[in-house]
Every structure is written in structure tokens, then in C-alpha cells.
């Protein structure tokens, strides 16, 4: 993966937390709500049992990280790649979900006049962009053919749905955080349980997160991330219509449009459930990423690039443009701070990336 293409990827996905965000009408909290009680934990064991659940729906998204907002990529290229990550994490956007159990998964965002879909059907991937008329494909190993990928074929991995969005934020879930029940809600017409996660972790930027999930089906609703000192939600995601009656079997069925840019990737394996081999590096060759810490203070640190890969970036002047524009210059390298992410870009190539300040990435730096 390039080096712009894996910074893009620690921006949108460090695992221990959350980056990306939405803003859905006003959830509903009233008498009429009223629902059998459940403990916290039995409001997580629900939601944790909704993976095989069929639905579909309208998801609306926006974020507050503090960036700027970017317009959608219509370039290729690397440079379009980074871009096309990164303003999934900024301004306003309605997705259209799809879903039919664990391996069948469609998602389709609307732009204007354009529209971005990932398409799983089974073992087989596809993303295509309208824009730009390029689609990539991967066929999942048989390791992975059961869940869902971490990373999609574009080489990100943007949560895009509510499901995607309260399996990072379940992740995080360790002793050092409080699970507390909130009042019962209505979110697209339907009766809701909401729970709300707080890290007992000072190193973390995230305030809370608030998970909202079905009566009925517990398939998560709405999921709202807080950073600290922000009012408005940095993060969220949330459905404004429902449906869960089973899609078309066509609805997941992808064939790339005439005149369509094809590329076919290669998803790392998982050896041992682990993503890496035994000679510590992933699938494709790539060394594999470094887990420093744990729960909500996480940080993910990535390998200095190859010369080749440092090569291929420095050529590309959007890309470091881009860098540029959002980044600042910091002693051995250079820092992109959000509200709820910080990630560093040492001059050597690594990246290290986490919902924490940026003097603790600054310190794993020193201490790799």
C-alpha cells in the first residue's frame, strides 16, 4: 500500500476507537418510549446478536473532527484514493445500507449526481465509484469469508453504517470503561435501548460514546461519539428510515459498467486469526502494524514505508499538497490533530495513529 494510501487508512481506522462521524434527525425520547428493561449488558449481548440480521435502510452522516471539509475526489491515483478516504470523515452524507446477514453487505454513498458503492456478496468485494468509473474487486480468503473485512479493496476502511461504526466503538470496551443505561428512544420509527460507554482512560479523547440498538432485532440504530471539550458530536451514525425485511438477492449482484477501470487486489490473510504471518508481516508482505496499549488509549503503528513506496509518494505533489494542507510541522515529522484522532507521520515513514493527544503519540514515538 503506498504511504499515502496507509496514512489515510491509520486516519480512518485506528482500532481502538472511532473516526469518522454522522448527524441524524432528532432522536425521539418521550413517555411513549417505554420498553421491558434490560441491564447495560444485556443491551450489548442484543446488539452483539444482530450479525446475522437482514434490513435496509437510509443512513445520513456527518462528522466534527475539526477538518476541513473536502470536496469528492475526482481524481485517481493515490492522491484521489487519500482524498476520497478522507472526505468520508468531513462534511455531510446520506448512504443508502443493505444488508442479509454476515457476508452479504451493500453500501452506497450518494453524492451528488454520483454515487460510491461496496458491494460483499459471500467471499467476493467490490467497491466502484461513479466519478471516477474505477471499481476494485477482492475475493476474501477462506479464513475471512465469515466476517466482515477490516480493510475494503479501495486500501481504507471508513466505517459507513451504525453496525460499522458500534463494532469499533465495542472494541474498546475493557475494564477501564463504564456501561451505563440511558432512557429508552425512538430512532426511524423504532422503539430503542440506548446504552452509553465512558472511558475511565485519561490518555483518550473520546468522552463518550452512545449506542442506540433495536428492541426487537438489536441491530444498532445510531451510534454518537463526544470528544472531550467539544459540544457537538465528533462522531455518529444513524438511520432515518428502516426496513427489515430481507433485499433482493440482485441487490447485492455487481457487475462492473461498460467503459469501467478494473483492478484486482489482493486481501492480506490472517494467520492464526492474527492478520500476520509468522515472520511479522501481513499477506501482502507489508510489515504488520504495531499495537501499543490497549481499550481507548490504543495506538496503531504502522513500518516505515520501502523506498519504493517513499519514492512513488514524494512523486505525487497532490498527495503532498493534501499532507500539506492538513498537517503541521512537528520535531521528526508531521501531525494531523482532530477532536478525536491524532495521527503522527514520522520523517522516516511510520505512522502512528490514535483517538489520543498528540504528545502520547510523540512518546510512542520515542519509545518504539
Same mark, same amino acid.
Given at each position: 500500500?503506498?504511504?499515502?494510501?496507509?496514512?489515510?487508512?491509520?486516519l480512518?481506522?485506528?482500532?481502538a476507537?472511532?473516526?469518522? &462521524?454522522?448527524?441524524?434527525?432528532?432522536?425521539?425520547?418521550?413517555?411513549?418510549? +417505554?420498553?421491558?428493561?434490560k441491564?447495560?449488558q444485556q443491551?450489548?449481548? %442484543?446488539?452483539?446478536?444482530?450479525?446475522?440480521?437482514?434490513?435496509s435502510?437510509?443512513?445520513?452522516?456527518?462528522?466534527?473532527?475539526?477538518?476541513?471539509?473536502?470536496?469528492?475526489?475526482?481524481?485517481?491515483?493515490?492522491? &484521489?484514493?487519500?482524498?476520497?478516504?478522507?472526505?468520508?470523515?468531513t462534511?455531510?452524507?446520506?448512504?443508502?445500507?443493505?444488508? +442479509?446477514g454476515?457476508?452479504?453487505?451493500?453500501?452506497?454513498?450518494?453524492?451528488?449526481l454520483?454515487?460510491?458503492?461496496?458491494?460483499?456478496?459471500?467471499?467476493?468485494?467490490?467497491?466502484?465509484d461513479?466519478?471516477?468509473?474505477?471499481?476494485?474487486?477482492?475475493?476474501?480468503?477462506?479464513?475471512?469469508?465469515?466476517?466482515?473485512?477490516?480493510?475494503?479493496?479501495?486500501?481504507?476502511?471508513?466505517?459507513?453504517?451504525?453496525a460499522?461504526?458500534?463494532? *469499533?466503538?465495542?472494541?474498546?470496551?475493557?475494564?477501564?470503561t463504564?456501561?451505563?443505561?440511558?432512557?429508552?428512544?425512538?430512532?426511524?420509527?423504532?422503539?430503542?435501548?440506548?446504552?452509553?460507554?465512558?472511558?475511565r482512560? +485519561?490518555?483518550?479523547?473520546v468522552?463518550?460514546?452512545?449506542?442506540?440498538?433495536?428492541?426487537?432485532?438489536?441491530?444498532?440504530l445510531k451510534?454518537?461519539?463526544?470528544?472531550?471539550?467539544?459540544?457537538?458530536?465528533?462522531?455518529?451514525?444513524?438511520?432515518?428510515?428502516v426496513?427489515?425485511?430481507?433485499?433482493?438477492?440482485?441487490v447485492?449482484?455487481?457487475?462492473?459498467?461498460? &467503459?469501467?477501470t478494473?483492478?484486482?487486489?489482493?486481501?492480506?490473510?490472517r494467520?492464526?486469526g492474527?492478520?500476520? +504471518?509468522g515472520?511479522?508481516?501481513?499477506?501482502?508482505?507489508?510489515?504488520?502494524?504495531?499495537?501499543?496499549g490497549?481499550?481507548?488509549g490504543?495506538?496503531?503503528?504502522?513500518?516505515?514505508?520501502?523506498?519504493?513506496?517513499?519514492?512513488?509518494?514524494?512523486?505525487?505533489?497532490?498527495?503532498?499538497? *493534501?499532507?500539506?494542507?492538513?498537517?503541521?510541522?512537528?520535531?521528526? &515529522?508531521?501531525?494531523?490533530?482532530?477532536? %478525536?484522532?491524532?495521527?503522527? *507521520?514520522?520523517?522516516?515513514?511510520?505512522?502512528f495513529?490514535?483517538?489520543?493527544?498528540?504528545?502520547?503519540?510523540?512518546?510512542?514515538?520515542?519509545?518504539?
Amino acid at each position: 500500500m503506498k504511504k499515502s494510501a496507509r496514512w489515510a487508512a491509520a486516519l480512518a481506522v485506528p482500532a481502538a476507537v472511532v473516526a469518522a &462521524g454522522v448527524v441524524v434527525p432528532a432522536v425521539s425520547a418521550t413517555a411513549d418510549v +417505554d420498553l421491558p428493561d434490560k441491564t447495560p449488558q444485556q443491551v450489548l449481548e %442484543l446488539a452483539a446478536s444482530s450479525t446475522g440480521a437482514a434490513y435496509s435502510g437510509t443512513v445520513e452522516q456527518t462528522s466534527d473532527l475539526g477538518l476541513p471539509d473536502l470536496p469528492t475526489s475526482t481524481s485517481g491515483g493515490s492522491s &484521489g484514493d487519500t482524498a476520497s478516504a478522507l472526505e468520508l470523515l468531513t462534511g455531510d452524507h446520506t448512504a443508502k445500507v443493505f444488508a +442479509d446477514g454476515a457476508s452479504r453487505q451493500r453500501v452506497q454513498v450518494v453524492d451528488d449526481l454520483a454515487e460510491r458503492n461496496v458491494i460483499r456478496d459471500g467471499a467476493s468485494v467490490w467497491t466502484y465509484d461513479s466519478t471516477t468509473k474505477e471499481a476494485t474487486h477482492a475475493t476474501l480468503p477462506d479464513a475471512q469469508a465469515s466476517d466482515r473485512p477490516s480493510t475494503l479493496p479501495d486500501g481504507t476502511a471508513v466505517p459507513r453504517t451504525p453496525a460499522e461504526l458500534a463494532a *469499533l466503538v465495542l472494541s474498546s470496551i475493557d475494564p477501564s470503561t463504564t456501561v451505563t443505561a440511558d432512557s429508552d428512544v425512538e430512532v426511524a420509527g423504532r422503539g430503542a435501548y440506548q446504552v452509553v460507554l465512558t472511558p475511565r482512560d +485519561d490518555t483518550t479523547l473520546v468522552s463518550r460514546a452512545v449506542l442506540t440498538v433495536d428492541a426487537e432485532t438489536g441491530v444498532p440504530l445510531k451510534v454518537v461519539v463526544d470528544a472531550k471539550g467539544q459540544s457537538d458530536p465528533a462522531l455518529s451514525a444513524g438511520f432515518t428510515s428502516v426496513d427489515f425485511a430481507a433485499p433482493d438477492a440482485s441487490v447485492f449482484a455487481f457487475t462492473p459498467p461498460a &467503459g469501467a477501470t478494473v483492478t484486482d487486489v489482493t486481501v492480506p490473510t490472517r494467520a492464526s486469526g492474527s492478520g500476520h +504471518d509468522g515472520a511479522g508481516h501481513d499477506g501482502s508482505g507489508h510489515p504488520a502494524p504495531t499495537v501499543i496499549g490497549e481499550g481507548w488509549g490504543t495506538i496503531v503503528a504502522t513500518a516505515a514505508a520501502s523506498g519504493a513506496e517513499k519514492s512513488t509518494a514524494a512523486a505525487d505533489p497532490e498527495t503532498q499538497a *493534501l499532507l500539506d494542507q492538513l498537517t503541521t510541522k512537528v520535531d521528526g &515529522g508531521r501531525l494531523l490533530q482532530t477532536s %478525536l484522532v491524532s495521527v503522527l *507521520l514520522t520523517d522516516d515513514g511510520r505512522v502512528f495513529a490514535g483517538a489520543v493527544a498528540p504528545e502520547t503519540l510523540q512518546a510512542a514515538v520515542a519509545g518504539d
